[in-house]
């Protein structure tokens, strides 16, 4: 019997289930280079069902089952992905794409004209993720921390 695989708004009755994948979303994030920065620019949702009016998420399906989740904002003419996370069991069935599909519709229909998104260092399925949808780097940001001296011998490797 095949899985039912769907895509569709996040309700209230998601928000446990959401918390769940947004703390392992986050635990994976933080083992890329960058994770803990982009985990203190975007602190996580403390309730999903009370997200400001200029954001929002689609969780995605296997059967009745959620597996995955995409929370955006809209900023000014840009939607922006906020975290895109689908269990690793479920993975490669295309889940993480629909995330995208949805988003970029609920973007144009909002008359948004650009969406983007962050994929950390290292995080090769993120960054596969978006340029399957022609979404593409148009700037890479590097760093360096000036006051630790660990960074440095890290820059030499």
Same mark, same amino acid.
């Given at each position: 019997?095949?899985?039912?695989?769907?895509?569709?708004? $996040?309700?209230?009755? !998601?928000?446990?289930? +959401?918390? #769940?994948? #947004?703390?392992?979303? &986050?635990?994976?994030?933080?083992?890329?280079? *960058?994770? %803990?920065?982009?985990?203190?620019?975007? /602190?996580? +949702?403390?309730?999903?069902?009370?997200? /400001?009016?200029?954001?929002?998420? @689609?969780? %995605?399906? $296997?059967?009745?089952?959620?597996?995955?989740?995409?929370? @955006?904002?809209?900023?000014?003419?840009? %939607?922006?992905?906020?975290?895109?996370?689908? #269990?690793?069991?479920? &993975?490669?069935?295309?889940? *993480? !794409?629909? $995330? =995208?599909?949805?988003?970029?519709?609920?973007?144009?229909?909002?008359?948004?004209?650009?969406?983007? *998104?962050?994929?950390? /260092?290292? !995080?090769?399925?993120?960054?596969?993720?978006?340029? &399957?949808? *022609?979404?593409?780097?148009?700037? =890479?940001?590097?760093?360096?921390?000036?006051?630790? /001296?660990?960074?440095?011998? !890290?820059?030499?490797?």
């Amino acid at each position: 019997m095949a899985l039912l695989e769907s895509v569709r708004p $996040l309700v209230d009755l !998601d928000a446990t289930v +959401v918390d #769940q994948l #947004q703390h392992s979303a &986050r635990a994976e994030a933080a083992s890329y280079k *960058g994770g %803990a920065l982009y985990a203190a620019e975007n /602190p996580a +949702v403390s309730d999903w069902t009370r997200l /400001p009016a200029n954001e929002g998420a @689609f969780v %995605a399906c $296997l059967d009745a089952h959620v597996v995955g989740y995409l929370h @955006f904002r809209i900023e000014r003419n840009t %939607a922006k992905v906020v975290a895109v996370w689908v #269990q690793p069991e479920a &993975r490669e069935l295309g889940l *993480g !794409d629909a $995330l =995208i599909e949805a988003t970029l519709a609920n973007a144009v229909a909002a008359g948004c004209t650009a969406i983007e *998104g962050t994929a950390l /260092p290292g !995080d090769r399925l993120t960054k596969n993720l978006y340029e &399957r949808a *022609g979404i593409t780097a148009r700037k =890479i940001t590097v760093w360096r921390s000036l006051s630790d /001296p660990a960074s440095s011998a !890290d820059a030499s490797r």
